[in-house]
T-cell receptor, first 112, second 114 residues
Protein backbone atom coordinates (compact mmCIF):
# COMPACT_ATOMS: atom_id res chain seq x y z
CA UNK A 1 0.00 0.00 0.00
CA UNK A 2 1.05 3.62 -0.51
CA UNK A 3 2.79 5.55 2.26
CA UNK A 4 0.80 8.69 3.02
CA UNK A 5 1.97 11.60 5.14
CA UNK A 6 0.15 14.72 6.27
CA UNK A 7 1.31 18.05 7.60
CA UNK A 8 0.67 19.39 10.14
CA UNK A 9 -0.25 16.48 12.38
CA UNK A 10 -2.16 18.85 14.63
CA UNK A 11 -2.80 22.54 15.09
CA UNK A 12 -4.67 24.97 17.26
CA UNK A 13 -6.06 27.94 15.37
CA UNK A 14 -8.03 31.08 16.08
CA UNK A 15 -11.46 31.55 14.58
CA UNK A 16 -11.51 33.52 11.36
CA UNK A 17 -8.12 32.27 10.22
CA UNK A 18 -7.31 29.62 7.59
CA UNK A 19 -5.18 26.50 7.70
CA UNK A 20 -3.73 24.56 4.79
CA UNK A 21 -3.17 20.83 5.24
CA UNK A 22 -0.74 19.00 3.02
CA UNK A 23 -0.94 15.38 1.89
CA UNK A 24 2.03 13.64 0.30
CA UNK A 25 2.04 10.13 -1.19
CA UNK A 26 5.15 8.11 -1.99
CA UNK A 27 3.82 6.98 -5.37
CA UNK A 28 1.65 8.38 -8.11
CA UNK A 29 -2.04 7.86 -7.52
CA UNK A 30 -4.99 8.79 -9.66
CA UNK A 31 -7.58 9.30 -6.97
CA UNK A 32 -7.07 11.33 -3.80
CA UNK A 33 -9.82 12.20 -1.36
CA UNK A 34 -10.30 14.40 1.67
CA UNK A 35 -12.43 13.28 4.63
CA UNK A 36 -13.49 14.91 7.87
CA UNK A 37 -13.95 13.04 11.14
CA UNK A 38 -15.56 15.10 13.87
CA UNK A 39 -14.89 14.07 17.47
CA UNK A 40 -16.36 10.64 18.20
CA UNK A 41 -18.01 10.49 14.79
CA UNK A 42 -17.64 8.65 11.53
CA UNK A 43 -15.79 9.78 8.42
CA UNK A 44 -17.48 12.12 5.96
CA UNK A 45 -16.20 12.64 2.45
CA UNK A 46 -15.46 16.29 1.69
CA UNK A 47 -14.25 16.05 -1.89
CA UNK A 48 -12.22 14.27 -4.50
CA UNK A 49 -9.00 16.03 -5.43
CA UNK A 50 -8.66 15.80 -9.20
CA UNK A 51 -5.29 16.30 -10.80
CA UNK A 52 -5.41 19.06 -13.37
CA UNK A 53 -9.00 20.08 -12.72
CA UNK A 54 -11.22 21.43 -10.01
CA UNK A 55 -12.07 19.24 -7.04
CA UNK A 56 -15.43 17.50 -6.89
CA UNK A 57 -17.29 18.32 -3.69
CA UNK A 58 -19.87 16.34 -1.77
CA UNK A 59 -23.18 17.86 -0.81
CA UNK A 60 -22.72 20.25 2.07
CA UNK A 61 -19.13 21.17 1.24
CA UNK A 62 -18.17 24.14 -0.94
CA UNK A 63 -15.00 25.30 -2.61
CA UNK A 64 -14.98 28.67 -0.87
CA UNK A 65 -14.80 26.99 2.53
CA UNK A 66 -12.56 24.04 1.59
CA UNK A 67 -10.41 24.95 -1.40
CA UNK A 68 -8.34 22.01 -2.64
CA UNK A 69 -5.28 21.85 -4.83
CA UNK A 70 -3.87 18.83 -6.67
CA UNK A 71 -0.81 20.01 -8.61
CA UNK A 72 0.47 16.50 -9.37
CA UNK A 73 -0.22 12.82 -8.79
CA UNK A 74 1.56 12.64 -5.42
CA UNK A 75 0.43 15.77 -3.59
CA UNK A 76 -2.71 17.60 -2.53
CA UNK A 77 -3.68 20.36 -0.13
CA UNK A 78 -6.91 21.12 1.69
CA UNK A 79 -7.49 24.58 3.12
CA UNK A 80 -10.01 25.15 5.87
CA UNK A 81 -11.01 28.77 5.43
CA UNK A 82 -12.46 31.32 7.84
CA UNK A 83 -12.48 28.74 10.60
CA UNK A 84 -15.02 28.47 13.39
CA UNK A 85 -15.06 26.10 16.39
CA UNK A 86 -17.40 23.81 14.40
CA UNK A 87 -14.47 23.08 12.08
CA UNK A 88 -12.62 21.35 14.91
CA UNK A 89 -12.10 17.85 13.50
CA UNK A 90 -9.61 15.40 12.20
CA UNK A 91 -9.00 15.87 8.48
CA UNK A 92 -7.74 12.81 6.62
CA UNK A 93 -6.52 12.44 3.12
CA UNK A 94 -7.03 9.13 1.38
CA UNK A 95 -5.74 7.55 -1.79
CA UNK A 96 -7.27 4.87 -3.92
CA UNK A 97 -4.94 1.92 -4.43
CA UNK A 98 -5.50 -1.01 -6.76
CA UNK A 99 -8.15 -2.53 -4.55
CA UNK A 100 -9.19 -0.05 -1.90
CA UNK A 101 -8.63 3.27 -0.18
CA UNK A 102 -5.86 3.95 2.30
CA UNK A 103 -5.80 6.78 4.79
CA UNK A 104 -3.18 9.22 5.90
CA UNK A 105 -2.49 9.73 9.61
CA UNK A 106 -4.83 12.72 9.80
CA UNK A 107 -4.53 16.33 10.91
CA UNK A 108 -6.14 17.10 14.24
CA UNK A 109 -7.50 20.64 14.17
CA UNK A 110 -8.80 22.59 17.14
CA UNK A 111 -10.37 25.99 16.51
CA UNK A 112 -10.73 28.35 19.45
CA UNK B 1 -26.49 9.36 -2.87
CA UNK B 2 -25.52 6.35 -0.85
CA UNK B 3 -26.65 5.91 2.76
CA UNK B 4 -25.06 3.33 5.06
CA UNK B 5 -26.62 2.25 8.34
CA UNK B 6 -24.50 0.35 10.88
CA UNK B 7 -25.56 -1.57 14.00
CA UNK B 8 -24.92 -1.86 16.84
CA UNK B 9 -23.23 1.38 17.88
CA UNK B 10 -21.59 -0.42 20.81
CA UNK B 11 -20.89 -4.14 21.19
CA UNK B 12 -19.41 -5.78 24.24
CA UNK B 13 -18.39 -9.44 24.08
CA UNK B 14 -16.41 -11.81 26.24
CA UNK B 15 -12.92 -12.64 25.10
CA UNK B 16 -13.05 -15.75 22.93
CA UNK B 17 -16.64 -15.18 21.83
CA UNK B 18 -17.73 -14.03 18.38
CA UNK B 19 -18.75 -10.53 17.36
CA UNK B 20 -21.05 -9.58 14.49
CA UNK B 21 -21.55 -6.08 13.10
CA UNK B 22 -24.20 -5.41 10.48
CA UNK B 23 -24.57 -2.74 7.81
CA UNK B 24 -27.20 -1.91 5.23
CA UNK B 25 -26.80 0.29 2.19
CA UNK B 26 -29.27 2.09 -0.02
CA UNK B 27 -27.67 2.37 -3.47
CA UNK B 28 -28.09 -0.87 -5.41
CA UNK B 29 -25.29 0.28 -7.75
CA UNK B 30 -22.70 0.13 -4.95
CA UNK B 31 -20.28 -2.69 -5.64
CA UNK B 32 -17.48 -2.45 -3.11
CA UNK B 33 -17.77 -2.82 0.67
CA UNK B 34 -14.68 -2.38 2.88
CA UNK B 35 -14.40 -2.61 6.64
CA UNK B 36 -12.00 -0.42 8.60
CA UNK B 37 -10.71 -0.71 12.13
CA UNK B 38 -9.78 2.47 13.96
CA UNK B 39 -7.92 2.42 17.23
CA UNK B 40 -7.97 5.48 19.44
CA UNK B 41 -5.94 8.31 17.96
CA UNK B 42 -4.99 6.35 14.86
CA UNK B 43 -6.01 6.30 11.23
CA UNK B 44 -8.61 3.85 9.90
CA UNK B 45 -7.00 0.61 8.75
CA UNK B 46 -8.56 -1.70 6.19
CA UNK B 47 -9.18 -5.14 7.67
CA UNK B 48 -11.25 -6.83 4.98
CA UNK B 49 -13.35 -5.96 1.97
CA UNK B 50 -15.79 -7.61 -0.40
CA UNK B 51 -17.02 -6.93 -3.89
CA UNK B 52 -20.51 -7.46 -5.16
CA UNK B 53 -19.61 -10.51 -7.23
CA UNK B 54 -18.72 -12.44 -4.07
CA UNK B 55 -21.04 -13.55 -1.26
CA UNK B 56 -18.47 -14.24 1.45
CA UNK B 57 -14.81 -13.66 2.15
CA UNK B 58 -12.69 -14.89 5.02
CA UNK B 59 -9.29 -13.93 6.38
CA UNK B 60 -8.26 -15.93 9.45
CA UNK B 61 -10.60 -14.85 12.29
CA UNK B 62 -12.40 -12.24 10.21
CA UNK B 63 -15.12 -12.83 7.65
CA UNK B 64 -17.51 -10.64 5.71
CA UNK B 65 -20.78 -11.68 4.11
CA UNK B 66 -22.77 -9.78 1.51
CA UNK B 67 -26.43 -10.11 0.54
CA UNK B 68 -26.94 -7.96 -2.52
CA UNK B 69 -30.65 -8.66 -2.74
CA UNK B 70 -31.26 -7.40 0.76
CA UNK B 71 -28.50 -4.78 0.48
CA UNK B 72 -26.77 -5.72 3.67
CA UNK B 73 -23.33 -6.93 4.66
CA UNK B 74 -21.85 -8.10 7.93
CA UNK B 75 -18.50 -8.40 9.66
CA UNK B 76 -17.84 -11.52 11.73
CA UNK B 77 -14.94 -11.77 14.16
CA UNK B 78 -14.41 -15.14 15.81
CA UNK B 79 -12.32 -16.00 18.89
CA UNK B 80 -12.14 -12.35 19.86
CA UNK B 81 -9.02 -11.06 21.58
CA UNK B 82 -8.36 -7.91 23.62
CA UNK B 83 -6.54 -6.32 20.67
CA UNK B 84 -9.78 -6.50 18.67
CA UNK B 85 -11.14 -3.69 20.85
CA UNK B 86 -11.56 -0.67 18.56
CA UNK B 87 -14.13 1.22 16.49
CA UNK B 88 -15.14 -0.58 13.31
CA UNK B 89 -16.55 1.21 10.29
CA UNK B 90 -18.30 -0.31 7.31
CA UNK B 91 -18.37 1.58 4.04
CA UNK B 92 -19.84 1.37 0.59
CA UNK B 93 -18.47 2.68 -2.64
CA UNK B 94 -20.68 5.42 -3.95
CA UNK B 95 -20.62 4.71 -7.63
CA UNK B 96 -23.03 7.50 -8.44
CA UNK B 97 -22.29 11.15 -8.96
CA UNK B 98 -20.53 13.48 -6.55
CA UNK B 99 -17.03 12.79 -5.36
CA UNK B 100 -16.99 9.01 -5.92
CA UNK B 101 -15.46 8.24 -2.57
CA UNK B 102 -16.59 5.98 0.25
CA UNK B 103 -19.74 6.42 2.31
CA UNK B 104 -19.21 5.26 5.89
CA UNK B 105 -21.49 3.88 8.53
CA UNK B 106 -21.50 5.58 11.92
CA UNK B 107 -19.20 3.01 13.47
CA UNK B 108 -19.36 0.28 16.10
CA UNK B 109 -17.35 0.51 19.28
CA UNK B 110 -16.31 -3.10 19.98
CA UNK B 111 -15.28 -3.85 23.54
CA UNK B 112 -13.67 -7.18 24.35
CA UNK B 113 -14.18 -8.08 28.00
CA UNK B 114 -11.33 -10.14 29.53
Amino acid sequence: SAVISQKPSRDICQRGTSLTIQCQVDSQVTMMFWYRQQPGQSLTLIATANQGSEATYESGFVIDKFPISRPNLTFSTLTVSNMSPEDSSIYLCSVAGKETQYFGPGTRLLVL
Amino acid sequence: GENVEQHPSTLSVQEGDSAVIKCTYSDSASNYFPWYKQELGKRPQLIIDIRSNVGEKKDQRIAVTLNKTAKHFSLHITETQPEDSAVYFCAAHDSGGGADGLTFGKGTHLIIQP
